[in-house]
């Protein structure tokens, strides 16, 4: 076994046994490279092995830290499975009370024993042309309030065209789909450097290389883009223009403008993953402004339920054959049952019910947070259903996730959205979706007595 790789075990085993806690700060590498007699370039693979293995997390301006969470990354990520603990922060599927009754009311026609079995019949890639209509208007943004509202500038004027339209399993199975279709093994993807973790998950079991994009406060910089390409050339970029996972916020008009303008001019094609968007339907795609070079993705896990997750890819002419042939190949296809519900609902107004409701539940406890996190430096947006909290200076974003576990109360990382492991914020992310209103109301309350609290008081 190679020293650096024996080295990096010793150092794991003394996290494992307790030696090293959670949160404790590791010396620089050029310390620990004086330290132990090695030179300064294996002291670097020792700490880049740490970071492999989920032991550690690296800070800007501050060092290398013990994880509180030590799950490696890699396909299981933060984000994926329930935490397990009794107020779960970080998972983000919104119910709302009235959508069971207003489901049930959709499925009693398909439940008569023509309809089911036609529903229960196989359908590919394609879906019917029944489907591909629903939500070529589902995603074009164009029901509001159960009524088709006239084409604006806002959001409204572009729409999806029903020959556009296929279908997966679920919103990250179409992620799945147009990535692999864009990007060969060994490509790059440019993606924001604070990324939605899924995208890194699937990144890696196709071989795909994550390229950073640089982020400000109003989202992706467009002449960064470039400047990545020019660098070493990307197959593809992948964004979230509105409500950004994990910051919250969404890409200005002109900013959106200037970045539709760079994907053109080098040739880009690009993934726009519009999972939120119903939060915020005034505001237009990217696929508005450079349609021919955009794979839009959306899906109705987040609108109606998470077992419902039925997932849409509206892809223009010249890569519809790829992505249709690698959702194929990928055995991504949906449910037929899943999405003749999904049609159903949409036609008949059930989407657009719980879709209003959802933007007023958002609308609420983002004021709740606010109200209980007063003081605090909060990004996102208004209609958001998280928050990006950048901590206090005494705090470390592991050490603040495990003041919180203590609490029982789960909440992310700035790592787990990470594109880079070394290159990670003092920030976490906190979903405001999933408990009841009280339960959120008295975990926020603990949060943020916690962060005014100091890391030595709690964590002894």
Same mark, same amino acid.
């Given at each position: 076994?190679?020293?650096?790789?024996?080295?990096?075990?010793?150092?794991?085993?003394?996290?494992?046994?307790?030696?090293?806690?959670?949160?404790?700060?590791?010396?620089?590498?050029?310390?620990?490279?004086?330290?132990?007699?090695?030179?300064?370039?294996?002291?670097?693979?020792?700490?880049?092995?740490?970071?492999?293995?989920?032991?550690?997390?690296?800070?800007?301006?501050?060092?290398?830290?013990?994880?509180?969470?030590?799950?490696?990354?890699?396909?299981?990520?933060?984000?994926?499975?329930?935490?397990?603990?009794?107020?779960?922060?970080?998972?983000?599927?919104?119910?709302?009370?009235?959508?069971?009754?207003? #489901?049930? !009311? *959709?499925?009693?026609?398909?439940?008569? @024993?023509? &309809? =089911?079995? %036609?529903?229960?019949? $196989?359908? +590919?890639?394609?879906?019917?042309?029944?489907?591909?209509?629903?939500?070529?208007?589902?995603?074009?943004?164009?029901?509001?309030?159960?009524?088709?509202?006239?084409?604006?500038?806002?959001?409204?004027?572009?729409?999806?065209?029903?020959?556009?339209? #296929?279908? !997966? *399993?679920?919103?990250?199975?179409?992620? @799945?789909? &147009? =990535?692999? %279709?864009?990007?060969? $093994?060994? +490509?790059?993807?440019?993606?924001?450097?604070?990324?939605?973790?899924?995208?890194?998950?699937?990144?890696?079991?196709?071989?795909?290389?994550?390229?950073?994009?640089?982020?400000?406060?109003?989202?992706?910089?467009?002449?960064?883009?470039?400047?990545?390409?020019?660098?070493?050339?990307?197959?593809?970029?992948?964004?979230?223009?509105?409500?950004?996972?994990?910051?919250?916020?969404?890409?200005?008009?002109?900013?959106?403008?200037?970045?539709?303008?760079?994907?053109?001019?080098?040739?880009?094609?690009?993934?726009?993953?519009?999972?939120?968007?119903?939060?915020?339907?005034?505001?237009?795609?990217?696929?508005?402004?450079?349609?021919?070079?955009?794979?839009?993705?959306?899906?109705?896990?987040?609108?109606?339920?998470?077992?419902?997750?039925?997932?849409?890819?509206?892809?223009?002419?010249?890569?519809?054959?790829?992505?249709?042939?690698?959702?194929?190949?990928?055995?991504?296809?949906?449910?037929?049952?899943?999405?003749?519900?999904?049609?159903?609902?949409?036609?008949?107004?059930?989407?657009?019910?719980?879709?209003?409701?959802?933007?007023?539940?958002?609308?609420?406890?983002?004021?709740?947070?606010?109200?209980?996190?007063?003081?605090?430096?909060?990004?996102?947006?208004?209609?958001?259903?998280?928050?990006?909290?950048?901590?206090?200076?005494?705090?470390?974003?592991?050490?603040?996730?495990?003041?919180?576990?203590?609490?029982?109360?789960?909440?992310?990382?700035?790592?787990?959205?990470?594109?880079?492991?070394?290159?990670?914020?003092?920030?976490?992310?906190?979903?405001?979706?999933?408990?009841?209103?009280?339960?959120?109301?008295?975990?926020?309350?603990?949060?943020?007595?916690?962060?005014?609290?100091?890391?030595?008081?709690?964590?002894?």
């Amino acid at each position: 076994m190679d020293d650096y790789r024996l080295i990096a075990d010793g150092i794991a085993a003394a996290i494992t046994d307790g030696r090293l806690r959670p949160g404790e700060q590791l010396p620089t590498q050029r310390a620990f490279a004086r330290s132990r007699g090695i030179a300064a370039s294996t002291a670097g693979r020792v700490y880049r092995e740490l970071v492999r293995r989920g032991l550690t997390t690296g800070e800007v301006g501050r060092g290398t830290f013990v994880r509180a969470d030590r799950r490696p990354p890699g396909p299981h990520v933060p984000l994926a499975e329930p935490a397990g603990t009794p107020v779960d922060l970080e998972l983000n599927y919104p119910v709302v009370p009235e959508q069971s009754a207003l #489901l049930a !009311a *959709g499925l009693t026609p398909l439940l008569r @024993a023509d &309809a =089911l079995d %036609a529903a229960l019949r $196989p359908v +590919g890639a394609a879906g019917t042309a029944a489907a591909r209509h629903a939500f070529a208007e589902l995603v074009s943004g164009a029901l509001v309030s159960g009524t088709l509202v006239s084409g604006t500038r806002a959001g409204a004027s572009w729409r999806a065209s029903p020959e556009d339209v #296929l279908f !997966a *399993g679920s919103g990250r199975q179409a992620i @799945a789909g &147009a =990535l692999a %279709a864009l990007v060969p $093994p060994g +490509g790059r993807l440019g993606v924001e450097a604070l990324t939605y973790p899924v995208v890194k998950a699937v990144a890696q079991r196709l071989g795909i290389t994550l390229a950073p994009l640089p982020v400000d406060e109003s989202g992706l910089l467009p002449d960064a883009l470039a400047a990545v390409h020019r660098s070493t050339p990307l197959n593809a970029v992948y964004v979230q223009p509105r409500l950004q996972n994990p910051l919250g916020g969404s890409l200005p008009a002109e900013r959106r403008t200037a970045l539709a303008d760079e994907l053109r001019r080098h040739d880009l094609p690009v993934v726009e993953d519009a999972i939120w968007s119903f939060l915020r339907p005034d505001l237009a795609p990217l696929a508005a402004l450079v349609p021919e070079r955009t794979i839009l993705v959306d899906s109705v896990a987040k609108r109606l339920a998470p077992g419902l997750s039925t997932g849409v890819a509206v892809v223009p002419a010249a890569f519809r054959d790829r992505v249709a042939a690698a959702l194929r190949s990928g055995g991504w296809a949906p449910g037929g049952f899943a999405l003749e519900a999904a049609v159903r609902w949409i036609g008949d107004g059930t989407v657009a019910a719980v879709e209003e409701a959802k933007r007023a539940d958002a609308t609420e406890r983002q004021l709740l947070a606010r109200e209980l996190l007063a003081g605090q430096q909060l990004r996102s947006d208004p209609c958001s259903y998280y928050v990006w909290w950048e901590l206090p200076s005494a705090w470390r974003a592991e050490t603040f996730v495990a003041a919180a576990a203590r609490e029982s109360i789960a909440i992310t990382p700035a790592g787990a959205f990470a594109v880079d492991p070394r290159v990670s914020p003092s920030a976490v992310r906190v979903g405001l979706a999933s408990p009841p209103l009280p339960v959120l109301s008295r975990a926020l309350e603990t949060l943020a007595r916690i962060a005014r609290s100091s890391p030595e008081e709690l964590l002894e």
